[in-house]
């Protein structure tokens, strides 16, 4: 079965500080890994979009990393804000049938002052 | 720039109600979907199309029916609605390749 499976649930950080987010996926073939952030009460924004053959991709203080072999991707956030606590998706688009995607359940990140 | 648009935001239902969620989207996106969001889980693929006058069927899709009769509008339907029914539900569209997914903001749907 096509699975991605995030990890931690859920966690709380310092403004200021670092976090990463992981995800672990069974999706083949995958067409690109997205990571999407969810603020409470609107659709999932795209943060960042990888190829197979991409190795890392970054949007401003996020930094997404991908490694095929081991079917890993990780999400890093730097020097965190108040505006970064949201959940963050972890996706995968299967390349047949209409470009479905496959959903991670999600980390919610709270940022506190 | 609308994007993709949906109404209603919010909505009460009592069991065996019917409604339709409609969903817009004005960038000429060749794919539209419907999904459904529960707390805990990821988004679940309802149905889709993959142009003006088709649909199939994703993942549970059980319930629920659709229409795309003109190519920027996709409607959800509920016949006859179930507790079990209550949820977040998200529009989104894309062009033909895998980049430029769209989403909606989402209609919670509260069938009592």
């Known amino acids: 079965k096509n699975q991605v499976e995030q990890s931690p649930q859920s966690l709380i950080i310092l403004e200021g500080k670092n976090c990463t987010l992981q995800c672990n996926y069974t999706v083949s073939p995958f067409s690109n890994l997205r990571w999407y952030k969810q603020d409470t009460g609107r659709g999932p924004v795209s943060l960042t979009i990888m190829t197979f053959s991409e190795n890392t991709k970054s949007n401003r203080r996020y930094t997404a990393t991908l490694d095929a072999d081991t079917k890993q991707s990780s999400l890093h956030i730097t020097a965190s804000q108040l505006s970064d606590s949201a959940s963050y998706i972890c996706?995968?688009?299967?390349?047949?049938?209409?470009?479905?995607?496959?959903f991670g359940g999600g980390t919610r990140v709270l940022v506190k002052p | 720039n609308a994007g993709v648009t949906q109404t209603p935001k919010f909505r009460v239902l009592k069991t065996g109600q019917s409604m339709t969620l409609l969903c817009a989207q004005d960038m000429n996106h060749e794919y539209m979907y419907w999904y459904r969001q529960d707390p805990g889980m990821g988004l679940r693929l309802i149905h889709y199309s993959v142009g003006e006058g088709t649909t199939a069927k994703g993942e549970v899709p059980d319930g629920y029916n659709v229409s795309r009769l003109k190519k920027q509008n996709f409607l959800l339907g509920l016949e006859s609605a179930a507790p079990s029914q209550t949820s977040v539900y998200f529009c989104?569209?894309?062009?033909?390749?895998?980049?430029?997914?769209?989403f909606g903001s989402g209609t919670r749907l509260t069938v009592v």
């Open positions: 996706v995968v688009a299967r390349p047949l049938a209409g470009n479905k995607l496959t």
């Open positions: 989104a569209s894309s062009s033909q390749g895998t980049h430029g997914y769209t």
